[in-house]
């Protein structure tokens, strides 16, 4: 597989990891969800990772990376489906996912992400006159 | 990886397949989702293939089944992502996919079985007395 599909849900893009991480992989995958954010004006990303038997370092940094560059693009990141043996072994490798939103399941993060999004839109609202 | 992970969104299921079906994993998936429909009372599947190079007989008939399946347990499912050189190939091969829904994209595809399940509660909805 040369791409993981973006799916696009209303106001938010989906991405489903199913497979253990390389640096080509990463990379298209950071270059095709900033192109996906900014085309279908994107507020939010769900990444779910519940396929995932192993968190790295290097995923964590991927992970870390595409929050911050979604954020730079006005869009919200949440992390769902983190296995049990990942949370342990990410804490036991001391790797942190430092900024990363994290949700038990797609359903509770697509509603985190509606309320994240809400509120922020309710805080840039302009002054009504 | 052992599972295709089924995401849970609203009255819907997402399944995202990314790599080529094998006997084991196709069964699983079927399994997945067979408990999950049950469990979550959904009303919908999107099965994604945007991923798929190749949809071979083996696939389009687990397509087919996971369909039918769906159906005993009340919930539609729709296909989503084909592209267009798959369309092609199924097409030379003879293989059909009776009785599978497509939709250009997942946007579209959730659009369209928010519109089904609308029309079936509508027709089996009990006369108001």
């Known amino acids: 597989m040369e791409r993981i599909p973006i799916l696009k849900m ?18 298209a995958l950071q270059e ?10 994107a507020k939010g990303v769900l990444i779910d990772i519940s396929s995932l038997n192993l968190v790295d370092s290097f995923t ?3 992970l870390g990376n595409m929050t911050a560059m ?18 342990m072994t990410l804490v036991e490798l001391g790797v942190s996912l430092r900024g990363i939103r994290t949700a038990g399941n797609a359903e509770k993060g697509m509603a985190l992400l509606e309320a994240i ?3 922020q839109a ?4 302009p002054k009504s006159t």
Chains 1, 2 share one sequence.
């Open 10 to 27: 209303g106001k938010f893009l989906i991405v489903s990891i199913q497979v253990d991480m390389h640096d080509e992989l990463a990379l």
């Open 32 to 41: 095709d969800l900033a192109e996906q954010i900014v085309k279908t004006r």
């Open 60 to 62: 964590a940094r991927i």
């Open 70 to 87: 979604a954020r730079l693009l006005d869009a919200e990141t949440l992390v769902v489906g983190m296995r049990p043996a990942v949370a």
């Open 117 to 119: 999004v809400a509120q």
């Open 122 to 125: 309710k805080s840039n609202a």
